[in-house]
């Protein structure tokens, strides 16, 4: 039976109080407390509200140092990327850091270059310095199998965000933009256009072969084809994406429409038609994938798919620190169209 407290228990808590003090004055085990910390459902309802009621009395907050001591962890979370889109890496963060709101942790970034040869070493090192609880893979580095495998050998908790599935559920977000490639695909051949181009993201991204592998296979569903000719390889990047647009938009028969692998590509699609004078969409539509806040910000507004990586982002900690709701609807961090004003039927 617990024990009951005198009210003048907190009287000598001029200090900042501890979970020693939270376990002595709720009558209970530290252990129980951390529980109560942690979230854990293995605690009784009545305990579980008498330890929440003395928490609020002290304002007591966890201290991240302290707890990470306690279990050889710093209580911080490293967001891993290595993504030429600064964009895609600030919304990451915010859904990152809405995951972790209350729950004592910090996040800290560690960007990285994919291709270096001291790559892994620099990871490893990166976790074991910063004594990291885990870590949030991003695209590319979510799609390198040695990323994963090194988190595994050193005992860092980590999760991926890719893609396609790439290791177990516990270990995964899968943001499936195979999907996203079919909408762009499905809007366009709607809308009536058949010489239709496609500028990918670099091949070491596997979104890159994922929303073009679904473009072309709504299209091919709609008896179109992606001509070699109207492929261009590009980088994810706003000046690979008016590279690409002044090749396309410069040939002899340029294609109606075009399908930028994300929009930061697709920005530079724009620039490229306004430089060649080709008029959005009277003379071309472009389509762009991922809805960052530029793509409502342009002129004309952009038709994209919506990816949403700060939801995305959220539901990555949030199950790295095993905090997930399971009851929230998968759809909402499925890609969706956006239909805006740089699309329509195809000239005369």
Not at 75 to 103: A, C, K, T, W
């Amino acid at each position: 039976m617990s024990k009951s407290r005198a009210p003048d228990d907190t009287e000598g808590l001029r200090r900042r109080p501890t979970i020693n003090d939270i376990a002595r004055l709720a009558g209970v085990s530290k252990k129980t407390v951390s529980r109560v910390i942690n979230a854990s459902p293995f605690v009784r309802d009545d305990t579980r509200e008498r330890i929440e009621a003395v928490i609020a009395e002290l304002g007591y907050a966890p201290d991240p140092q302290a707890r990470g001591l306690a279990y050889g962890r710093a209580f911080l979370i490293g967001l891993v990327y290595d993504n030429p889109n600064p964009q895609y890496v600030v919304n990451m963060q915010l859904g990152l850091l809405d995951g972790m709101r209350g729950s004592g942790f910090e996040l800290v970034v560690h960007p990285c270059d994919r291709t270096s040869p001291t790559f892994l070493d620099d990871l490893g090192s990166f976790v074991e310095r910063q004594r990291l609880f885990g870590v949030v893979l991003t695209p590319s580095v979510s799609e390198d199998e040695r990323a994963a495998q090194l988190m595994a050998e050193i005992g860092c908790g980590y999760v991926r965000v890719a893609s396609v599935s790439l290791d177990r559920p516990e270990h995964m977000i899968e943001t499936r933009d195979r999907l996203g490639g079919r909408e762009a695909a499905a809007h366009l051949a709607e809308l009536g256009h058949k010489r239709i181009a496609f500028v990918s993201g670099p091949p070491t991204f596997r979104s890159s072969h994922e929303r073009r592998s679904g473009f072309e296979e709504a299209l091919n569903e709609r008896g179109l084809s992606l001509a070699k000719a109207y492929v261009f390889e590009g980088a994810y990047t706003y000046d690979s994406g008016v590279e690409a647009g002044r090749a396309l938009l410069s040939m002899a028969e340029r294609p109606t429409a075009i399908f930028a692998g994300n929009d930061e590509m697709a920005a530079g699609v724009l620039q490229a038609a306004r430089q060649l004078g080709v008029r959005v969409p009277e003379d071309v539509s472009v389509v762009g994938f991922d809805d960052f806040q530029i793509a409502s910000r342009l002129w004309p507004t952009l038709t994209t798919v919506r990816t949403p990586t700060r939801e995305i982002g959220r539901l990555a900690v949030e199950r790295l620190m095993g905090r997930e709701d399971d009851t929230r609807d998968p759809k909402s961090r499925l890609p969706s169209l956006v239909v805006r004003e740089s699309t329509a039927p195809p000239p005369g």
